[in-house]
Each structure stands twice: as C-alpha cells, then as structure tokens.
C-alpha cells in the first residue's frame, strides 16, 4: 500500500496536475479533498468531468463517477456485497476505496483518455420521442437496432457452437465442473487477497498512529521535564490570551465580513439580470456621491476641528494597531501550522534514520559540538586532500624526468662504451666512476658532521622570522575579517527580515490567485452551461420548426382539392397502409384456418410415407443380405470344382 501511495503522489505532483504533495499531506487528505483530487484525475481523462464538488450534490457525483469508471472498465475486486461497499466507499469518500481507482487511472492515463474519446461514438444514445418523428433519424436508429441484434444473433449461433464442441468431448460434464471450480476458487483468492491487503493497510496505519502517538508522548515527557512551573504558566497564559483573541475579536470579525459579503452576494443574485442601460444609471450615481462626499471632505476641512482631527489620528493608530495585531496572529497560526508539519516530517525522518542505523539523532549542544568537529575534521581534510594532489602531481612530473634522464643516460653509456670498445680501454668510465662516487659520499659526510648545528640553527632563527612577518601580515587581514563578519550578521538578519516579509506577500498573493482562479473557474463553468442550453433550444426550435412545417404540408394536403395531393398526406399514407394490412391479416387467417382443417389428413399421409420408406428400407435390407448369401455359395461351389480338377 505503501508503494501504492507513493506512486500516487509522484504522478499527482507531475504535469498536468502540479499538487505538490508529500505522504503526510496526502494521507491527512479529507474525504471531501480526496475526492475533489479523484474527480480532477477524472478531468483530466475526460474534460467533461471538470466539476467542483462543493457545487454539486454527492448522489450526482456518485453518479457520474461510478458512470465514467462503467465506461472506462474499471473492475473493482469482490463480489456483490463489495460492489455496494465500493459504491459508498465513493460517496463518503474512504481511502481503501479511492486510493485503488487513483492507481489504476494514473497507471493509464493516455490509454483511459482514447477510451473515453471513442466512448462518446459507441455508445447508444436515448433519442427522444419527438426527434423519432423525423424519417431519418428513426431509419438510422431502426438500423442501428437491427445490426445490435444481427450481432447478438451472431453471438448466441457462436455460442451454441462452441457448447457442440465440446459436447462431443470426453468427461464434458466434470471438465465443466472443474471449471467452474476453479472459477469459484480464482474469486476466493482474489477476495482474501483483497482481505490480506487491507488487513496489511490497517497495519500500516495502525503502525503510523503508533508512532505519531509515541513521539508525542515523547515530546510531552521531554516538555514536562525540562520546563518550569514558572515557565508552563506563562506559555498557558500566552495561548490563553492567543485563543481569546482568535476567539472574540478575529474570528467573529471574520464571520461578520462572510456574512456580509455572503448577503451582498444573495442580494446580487435574487436582482434581476442588469442591462447596459441599468449599468449607466449606477455609474452616473456613482459618481454623484462620489462628488458629494468630496463637497463633504472640503467643507470638513475648512471647518479646522481640532478635537476631530485629534480623534481621527488616534482612530488611524488604533487601526494600524488592530491591522498590525491581526497580521501577527495570522502569522502566529501559519507558524504554529508550520511548526507542526515540520515536526511531523522531523518525527519521521527521525523514525526513519532510526531503522537504518539503529541510533539516536542528536540534538541542541550535542549537534552543535558534532558539526563543529566535523567542520574541523573536514578542513583538516582538504587540506590534506590538497596536499596529496600537488605531491601526486610533483612525483608525476619527478618520475617523468627520472625517465628521460634515464633513457639520455643509458644512450650516453652506449656510446661510451662503444668508444672505450674501439679504443682498447672497456670499463675505464665504471671503474673512474666508482671513485668518484666513493670520494664524493666520503667529503659529503664529513661535510654534514660540521654543518648539522649551523643548519639547525640557522633554521630556528627562519622560522622565529617566518612566524613573526605572518602574524604582522594577518592583523590587518583579521580585522576586516572581524568587520566582514559582523557585516554577515546584519546582512543575514536583514535577508530573514525580507523574507518573512516575502513570504507573507507571496502568501497573499496565492490566497488572491486561488480566489480568482475559482472565480475564473465558476464563469467559465457558467459559459459553457449557457452554451450547452443556447444549443439546446436551437435544437428545440428547429425540431419545433420541421414539426411546424410537416404540420402545415399536411393541412394544405387534406384540404387540397387535388386528389394527387390528397394521396400524399400522412394520414392517406395511414390508412392506406392500415387497409393493407388488414386484407392482408384476413388472408392471413384464411390461410391458417385452411392449415387446421387440413393438419389431421396431412399427419396421417406422412405417416403412411414415414411407414412406406421403412418397409422399402427394410426390403433393401432383406436384398442386400441374400445378394451376399448368393455370393458365398458361389464361391464356395467354384473352390469344390477347383478341387475336383485338382
């Protein structure tokens, strides 16, 4: 189930739907979102299922969903009873329910969208009585039926073939059986399978809960042990005062805003549709209290109040206080809401590195003193690392150079030993060149005996120099060090300070995007209805028209004094067709009436010829078996003769 999930969210966070959910955030879905994300998942097969579910009723959603998946050969696994469970499972929205349907859709996204392209065009549509009166259309819909029921006939002859075949099997009855055995045994297995996954999703979650509730516990034990008394009192009082200032002043303020905007909408709704006339006259009132409210401002202002003006800068304080008070709190709860997703995801990343390694994650001092020393431990590092690289880099170059000087070597050694060869003299230059060697190491040791303690103190006095210029080299550098630093500090505080201040704006901003994307939604949802009943009483009226003109055709035929018009009425057309069938009824029945009379007489002559062919098989039958007695006797005779000549 895990894995399900998972891949759930990696394809709902992909184009085209971008939710940008984590495991957390879509497991905590609601039902109500979680099928909001099953019906965009639907849109986005079929374009005609873009609805937003607070707009719609749940037996209608239920509908059309159940109606798509139909279309689209969704199975779910189970008998009858899990079909009604599956079917209120996707009214309320439960998550066994939905998350399976979710897996197999996105699975098949670009095949269910072909599928529900050709569905339109192969599926048969209820045509209405009144557009069957056009000869058309009810000749199209008579061949359509009458080509589904060519096919059905086609179908069961198929099938009563196939019985035949296998009919004429051996063991037909207990292959049968066997059969519908391991039917019946392939559904048990798929419904305890269905059991087993379940069972395994209970656990899961039961073992998530499990966990959330022992890091909770955790936290509160850790909570109550580190904190005062002192300390629980004023973090109660905070939240106290917190909550009754959510709850007395902002959320009534909130609901007061809903309610009017809500009775400003019904108003606009119950008014009739405005025309551009209507729309003139409010812009014309408009801009009369506009002009009189800017006549009020002046004549205010040439009074010089000062009380009033006094008391208009403390109402504009009070205000900005009440916005600044408002704004906090709407932080606070974002941040409270921040807080506890990221000790959600805290807690499971804990959990998590807890089953890798088995260890504890560290916290505060600890931490802070575990990536110190690894700071430390990781400049040691590159140092060394950089080290190694340009001793690596050296040697290479060394070792190249030993190579050439080895190769020009052993070149000058040929041609001298070439040269002592043609003069007579082979092993002069080894022998000079052992003497050398000798006396050059004998002069080099006797050398480093006197030089070792000038070396070692000329030495000591470079590296007293050496350590002095650095440190007079580094003051001024460790200065503006100090200064760069500080200078950090405030810049790094100052980017918090922008990004909060980012943070909320962008916040805004996407609550504004949302609310007009909604709008957007609802107009273009209210476009296409208009569209759909603008083409639908065009239908109507041209249905209404061919009725009309059908109509009038028939008066001007029934009352034409024209016999020839007369006859192409429909109602002739009726009647004579009536007259027709009639006479043909009547012969009908004369027909089947001369049947009866003649069935017992016909009966009784097949019979006397069913008995005649018998008698002449039974003759046949008779002569075919003296014809072979005839025949052995001959033969038998012919064997005696042959004997007798013999």
Request: hydrophobic share 35%; glycine share 2%.
């Amino acid at each position: 189930m895990s894995d399900q999930i998972k891949f759930i969210v990696d394809s709902l966070n992909k184009e085209p739907f971008r939710k940008n959910y984590n495991l957390i955030t879509f497991d905590s879905l609601e039902p109500m979102q979680l099928l909001q994300v099953l019906s965009d998942v639907l849109a986005e097969i079929d374009p005609k299922q873009l609805v937003d579910l607070r707009e719609e009723m749940p037996e209608q959603t239920a509908k059309r969903m159940l109606s798509l998946l139909g279309i689209l050969k969704y199975k779910p696994s189970g008998n009858a009873t899990d079909m009604s469970t599956f079917r209120q499972g996707l009214v309320i929205g439960s998550k066994p329910v939905i998350y399976p349907v979710l897996h197999w859709l996105l699975q098949r996204t670009n095949e269910l969208k072909k599928r529900a392209y050709l569905a339109r065009f192969l599926i048969k549509l209820e045509v209405p009585s009144e557009f069957l009166q056009d000869e058309t259309v009810a000749d199209t819909n008579k061949q359509d039926i009458s080509a589904m029921e060519e096919e059905k006939d086609q179908l069961i002859k198929r099938v009563e073939h196939l019985k035949k075949r296998v009919e004429t099997a051996q063991n037909y009855q207990w292959m049968l059986k066997i059969a519908r055995q391991l039917r019946v045994e392939k559904e048990r297995e798929e419904y305890l399978a269905q059991q087993k996954q379940e069972q395994k999703n209970q656990l899961f979650y039961a073992v998530q809960r499990l966990q959330r509730v022992q890091n909770q516990l955790k936290s509160m034990r850790q909570a109550a042990a580190d904190a005062k008394p002192e300390s629980l009192m004023k973090r109660l009082e905070e939240e106290i005062k917190f909550n009754l200032y959510m709850v007395t002043e902002k959320f009534p303020k909130e609901l007061e805003n809903k309610k009017k905007e809500l009775h400003f909408l019904q108003k606009v709704v119950s008014e009739p549709a405005m025309g551009h006339s209507d729309l003139l006259e409010l812009e014309s009132k408009i801009n009369e209290i506009n002009t009189e409210i800017n006549q009020l401002i002046e004549k205010k202002m040439m009074r010089n109040e000062p009380i009033e003006g006094k008391l208009s800068l403390y109402r504009q304080q009070a205000s900005i206080i009440s916005r600044k008070k408002e704004a906090k709190a709407e932080e606070l709860q974002e941040a409270k809401e921040k807080l506890a997703s990221l000790e959600r995801e805290a807690s499971l990343k804990r959990n998590q590195t807890r089953e890798f390694d088995g260890t504890e994650v560290l916290k505060g001092d600890e931490f802070k003193r575990y990536v110190s020393k690894l700071r430390s431990k990781s400049t040691v590092f590159k140092k060394k690392h950089q080290i190694i690289a340009e001793l690596k880099a050296e040697f290479g170059l060394l070792q190249r150079t030993e190579e050439l000087l080895k190769q020009r070597h052993e070149n000058i050694q040929q041609q001298l030993q070439t040269m002592e060869e043609k003069k007579g003299i082979s092993g002069y230059s080894y022998t000079q060149e052992e003497l050398e060697r000798v006396s050059a190491l004998k002069s080099e040791v006797d050398e480093m005996k006197g030089r070792t303690l000038d070396d070692m103190s000329e030495m000591v006095k470079k590296l007293n120099s050496l350590v002095s210029e650095k440190k007079s080299a580094l003051a001024s550098v460790i200065k503006e060090l100090r200064q760069l630093r500080q200078k950090c500090q405030e810049l790094t505080q100052e980017c918090d300070e922008k990004k909060s201040q980012y943070d909320s704006c962008a916040a805004g901003l996407e609550s504004n995007r949302s609310k007009l994307e909604q709008e957007v939604r609802r107009l273009r949802e209210e476009c296409l209805q208009e569209e759909s009943r603008y083409h639908y009483t065009n239908c109507m009226i041209k249905n209404l028209e061919v009725q009309l003109r059908r109509a009038t055709d028939e008066m001007k035929a029934y009352i034409s004094s024209d016999q020839q018009e007369k006859r192409k009425a429909i109602r002739e057309q009726y009647t004579k067709n009536i007259a027709e069938q009639e006479n043909l009824g009547k012969k009908l029945r004369e027909k089947q009436k001369v049947v009866r009379e003649s069935h017992g007489p016909n009966m009784k002559q097949a019979k006397m010829w069913r008995d005649l062919q018998q008698l002449m098989e039974c003759k046949k039958q008779c002569f075919l078996k003296q014809q072979s007695q005839t025949s052995i006797g001959q033969v038998i005779q012919e064997g005696g003769e042959d004997r007798l000549i013999l």
